[in-house]
């Protein structure tokens, strides 16, 4: 039996003599990202920014009534700028409305906002069906908002931290930096084609904060390995290796998480597509950042093959001084 | 490598099949197979955003708590000096600032003002509740002390608990949940629930009832500005009501408050066949109640909910017994106002207001819909998952596949016991985990792979496979662990659910990735002895 290799063997690839490169452009897409989020702003669903969404079918009718709705919600008094879309099939929408600067000292402007709606859909179409309903006040959106950046935060240096305890600090140096890139390259994406950031989205980032490092662990634990035994390897040449031996490995496993990924995002839930297109961004980019920006990272921060032999400690010099001495 | 003693084998398969059978109630569902009664019978919940349902997310406003204290110190101290031995007299009340002041009128009284307030202010409980002030030798400060403010607002939130535990209950859904959270706030989840605006317009009345007579002295032109005459006060005529958007003014005192009802039910007025509300009063609220109507035949009095006047009838005769009836007015309740009200009163008044600051509902059939679509999506990429590794690792793949069934069963297993909740990202949670799982095996046997091409022999490069892939694993998993606990931390409702699925499955993919497909590979190896393997 033939067995599917999907790497060669003895694959040989210069990945890091398009390092510098690479980490220009990384850091460019990175300050890019950075200025969409500033300039653009991220589009902040019901959970971050309040306000309601309710999602409807119409039931027995063909499409829905978009146009019709927008007008109709459009004379309440209570709502300004409502994004109303269809959503799944042909006769389902979306409506979605952001708190207003009003809503504040009210907190239930969103729910008498989600109530409003949902009557001026009734009185036209009796048989209208609310599948579901996101209404959110001014003040639970804000401590959303807080514990997102929170849990990002103290995610990226909790593990980032962990690896200088198990590695040493230039891995958890190199690591922390690739996954600053990762979450940028993510921010910037939403940034940038205005998807819509929620809740969701930050269980998406810290899955994608998983994966990332999952990849750079493997690579970073050859890299350890092959320090040890090729003393005297130059260490580019000794990442080329590390990463060019854990390739297959890398390589099958981005395939196996796309492989289910794909599925989820054509058949899966309507309502979970916004998670599964941010895991899948995080695995492309994650697999690149693992290997263009935590391993180069370990170069300029001056990892050699000393980084891994315990060091000798003051005391024990001094013993093996004075036993040589004493032998002679 | 290939010893591997009995214990280990039984302890491994034991927590396998232990954590694996878990998961057959959630598979197959109550109903779908008989399940021995004598066995537990532990599920996975499915969340709200699958079965259906509504979570609403209520929350006091605090100041509110303190300025009914306030008002009720008030009422306390007026009694109190009231009732002092001779008549103590005080003016000048105030309660601007969220403190009550006032001047006692002869200097001579202030001690023994003094005296009467210490036993109202240092209240029942061990903390002390006011702070006592006198300033200008006449005049009293009383100020709310924090423990006292943080201990009055905890026990309204304790009886708001109950109060919306009861209304819900009277509802008669199945299964609610409610629980008190933080300071000031009520987790209410009411799974599979038809009609989430009944629910929300139960949660939202504080449901104050109070009768009072009307005052027959005022100047319609007056009441209509506003303005009541001295021991009246002004409320407006509710929407639905004889007068929507008219007022009326009625005596401060004298009248009967919901805290003397008992009970309350839906009812039909024999003649009308019109809905209306039975309440029954107790013993002091009924004789209060026969007293003033015997008293005030052919006079007007106001029935006023959380402020509101909802009808304002004549008694036609004394009412005795101690239960009336409250119907809706000029425009009549119907069935379900009435019954709302009815379970509103029979629950009890709110002690503070709740604002609905976040509701999620979500459709029964939505929620079926999802799961249809996310099990197909896992199904289909299982087997996509599962056809790569075999495809790729032959034996070994199988092996993997074996390990990825019972880690998808002991996933299940493990919620099941924990009695944890699945949510809509929580499938999304299943899909990363099959995705991932695998991950440890791919190294495990492309390390053998390299280990067989560097020329080790069989048993050396599956031995050393499995030993220097662990420390990448281990070191991969446990990062996981901590973004996934913070998620956990941080995160709220489905979220968690996501957060919940990532961590069982780090440890049941490890457990099944590792552990076992090395037991499979090793007894396949000393049975075998194969001195060559297809990889």
Redesign the interface.
Known sequence: MKLLKLVPDDTNIKFLRWATPFYIFSCLIIAASWFLVWQNGLNYGVDFAGGQEIRATFVGEAQAPISELRQNVSQLETVSDPVIQRFGEDNQVSIRVKLPPEAEGNPEFANQMTEQITEVMRENHPDVRIDGVDSVSGKVSGEFRNDAVLALIAAMVAVALYIWVRFEWQFGVGALFALFHDVSLALGMFALFQLEFSLQIIAAILAIIGYSLNDTIVVYDRIRENLKKYRKMPLPELLDLSVNETLARTVMTSLTLALALIPLLIFGPESLFGLTAAIFLGLVVGTYSSVYMAAPMLIWMGVNSDSFIPQESVADKQERIAREANRI | MLEFPLWRKLLLWGVTLFFALAALPTIFGQGHIRWPDALPNPTVNLGL?LAGGSHI?L?ADPSQVAATRLENMEESVRNAMRNADPRINIGDVSTRGGRLSFMVQDVSDVDRAREELLPIINGTGTVREWDLEVVDQTRFVLTQTAQGADQAVSSAMESATEVVRKRIDLLGTREPTIIRQGDDRIVVQVPGLED??AL?ELL?QTAQLEFKLVDYEALPTEVQAGIAPPGSEIFPFAEGSEQPGGQIAVRRLGGISGENLIGADLGFDPETNEAVVNIEFDGEGGRRFAKLSSENIGRQFAIILDDQVISAPVFESAIIGGSARISGGQNGFSTEEASNLAIQLESGSLPVDL?????????P??GA??IR??M???L???V??IA??I????RFGVYATAALVFNVAMILGIMAIMNSTLT??G??GF??T???A??AN??IN?RI??ER?RGRRVIAAVETGYK?AS??IY??N???F???A??L???????RG??IV?IVGLATSVFTAVFLTRMWVAGWLRKARPTDI??
Not at chain 2, 355 to 363: K, M, S, W, Y
Not at chain 2, 391 to 394: F, H, V
Not at chain 2, 489 to 495: A, E, I, L, R, T
């Open positions: 955003d997310l929350e989430p605006e929300k939202g604002a609905i600051v976040e509701e999620r509902t979500v459709g059939d939505l819909d999802s679509k996310g197909l999506a896992i289909i990429g299982s996509a998952v790569l590794m495809a790729s690792y032959g809509l990202p499938l999304a899909v990363l099959i995705g991932a695998v991950d791919v190294l492309e792979r390299e091409k220097e420390r990448a070191d991969a446990i990062t996981n901590i973004a996934g913070l998620l931390g941080f995160g709220s409702g489905p979220v996501f957060a990532l297809v990889l």
